[in-house]
């Protein structure tokens, strides 16, 4: 990666700390990662020496830099941690034809790769919102994922997830017709919020109105290529047969964007080794307590074990 001297974001991006008082200072150094459909902008943190890296993934609504905080709490733990911004989120600009889900698959299977050939050890994916079917996607290509946490696990072939995700039955009705219209429509760009419920990111309704006025992650404006991939996009392995790594679950409790029940019709399924937990009183952003205490209480063991795990046999 090629490193820059100061993290380019606008101040905006910083006012996301704020709803994490509890939460050591972010310091996270800003990168920029080439792969075959362009550039990522990614930032990083902790120890470089650390014994296993957490990458984290973003959803239709945010990217790597809103993750500062969750980033900062791994790092004083002794983890490195990775935060990626997708293509045509936060400052990862992208052609129209990159901002697909199937290409954030393939970015992230590139960063994973040229990360575990500079540095060999366990890979762990953190995937929050609909970032956690991605980072399943993700999980079910790559040799060097050792662990899957997520805060949701909604397939968006469900016709039940397209119900919770999608806005208006019309639109989920004109879904067959996202492909054709995004190769005719190309360039043009049209506010996510306009599809989806992003008024049901949080609980907090400051937090809220943050993730979406911000023109980088929630008042974002995406090709239509990216709602179309997000409905027909497949796993290499569906849950059944998914046996790669175990799978941590940390749902919050009152999600009304992806209740717990719609994750559960996946995470049911899934033939790893798992372990769901709820995060009390939090919403579909979780910043709540003691939910937020619950995820630290789930999450740092988890990653702690992975990094143990390995140690006494070399990845291969």
Same mark, same amino acid.
């Given at each position: 990666?090629?490193?820059?001297?100061?993290?380019?974001?606008?101040?905006?991006?910083?006012?996301?700390?704020?709803?994490?008082? @509890?939460?050591?200072?972010?310091?996270?150094?800003?990168?920029?990662?080439?792969?075959?459909?362009?550039?990522?902008?990614?930032?990083? &943190?902790?120890?470089?020496?650390?014994?296993? $890296?957490?990458?984290?993934?973003?959803?239709?609504?945010?990217?790597?830099?809103?993750?500062? +905080?969750?980033?900062? =709490?791994? #790092?004083?733990?002794?983890?490195?941690?990775? #935060?990626? @911004?997708?293509?045509?989120?936060?400052?990862?600009?992208?052609?129209?034809? /990159?901002?697909?889900?199937?290409?954030?698959?393939?970015?992230?299977?590139?960063?994973?790769?040229?990360?575990?050939?500079?540095?060999?050890?366990?890979?762990?994916?953190? =995937?929050?919102?609909?970032?956690?079917?991605?980072?399943?996607?993700?999980?079910?290509?790559?040799?060097?994922?050792?662990?899957?946490?997520?805060?949701?696990?909604? @397939? +968006?072939?469900?016709?039940?997830?397209?119900?919770?995700?999608?806005?208006? +039955?019309?639109?989920?009705?004109?879904?067959?017709?996202?492909?054709?219209?995004? &190769?005719?429509?190309?360039?043009?760009?049209?506010?996510?919020?306009?599809?989806? &419920?992003?008024?049901?990111?949080?609980?907090?309704?400051?937090? $809220?109105?943050?993730?979406?006025? @911000?023109?980088?992650? =929630?008042?974002?404006?995406?090709?239509?290529?990216?709602? #179309?991939?997000?409905?027909?996009?497949?796993? #290499?392995?569906?849950?059944? /047969?998914?046996?790669?790594?175990?799978?941590?679950?940390?749902?919050?409790?009152?999600?009304?964007?992806?209740?717990?029940?719609?994750?559960?019709?996946?995470?049911?399924?899934?033939?790893?080794?798992?372990?769901?937990?709820?995060?009390?009183?939090?919403?579909?952003?979780?910043?709540? /307590?003691?939910?937020?205490?619950?995820?630290?209480?789930?999450?740092?063991?988890?990653? /702690?074990?992975?990094?143990?795990?390995?140690?006494?046999?070399?990845?291969?």
């Amino acid at each position: 990666m090629t490193a820059r001297d100061t993290a380019p974001y606008p101040a905006l991006s910083a006012r996301y700390g704020d709803f994490f008082p @509890d939460q050591p200072a972010a310091r996270p150094r800003s990168e920029c990662f080439g792969w075959g459909g362009g550039v990522l902008q990614v930032d990083r &943190h902790g120890p470089p020496d650390a014994g296993v $890296t957490v990458v984290l993934v973003h959803g239709a609504g945010g990217y790597g830099r809103m993750f500062a +905080p969750l980033a900062a =709490g791994l #790092a004083a733990a002794g983890h490195e941690v990775l #935060a990626p @911004d997708m293509p045509g989120y936060g400052l990862s600009a992208a052609a129209w034809h /990159q901002v697909d889900y199937g290409a954030w698959k393939r970015a992230l299977l590139a960063l994973i790769e040229a990360e575990y050939r500079h540095r060999p050890r366990p890979i762990v994916l953190l =995937g929050a919102s609909i970032g956690g079917y991605l980072a399943y996607l993700v999980a079910a290509e790559s040799a060097w994922v050792r662990g899957l946490v997520a805060t949701t696990l909604a @397939d +968006p072939r469900d016709p039940v997830v397209q119900a919770a995700l999608v806005r208006q +039955p019309w639109m989920r009705a004109a879904l067959w017709s996202l492909r054709p219209l995004s &190769h005719l429509t190309r360039n043009l760009r049209v506010p996510v919020r306009w599809f989806t &419920h992003m008024q049901r990111m949080s609980r907090d309704p400051a937090l $809220t109105a943050l993730v979406c006025a @911000d023109p980088l992650g =929630g008042g974002n404006r995406v090709p239509l290529g990216l709602l #179309a991939s997000l409905f027909d996009t497949a796993p #290499a392995l569906e849950p059944e /047969q998914f046996l790669r790594c175990p799978v941590l679950m940390v749902h919050p409790a009152c999600d009304d964007w992806t209740p717990v029940s719609i994750s559960d019709r996946f995470f049911q399924r899934l033939a790893a080794p798992k372990q769901r937990v709820l995060l009390a009183n939090c919403g579909h952003f979780p910043i709540e /307590q003691p939910g937020l205490d619950q995820l630290r209480d789930a999450l740092l063991p988890f990653v /702690q074990r992975i990094a143990t795990d390995v140690t006494s046999k070399p990845l291969t």
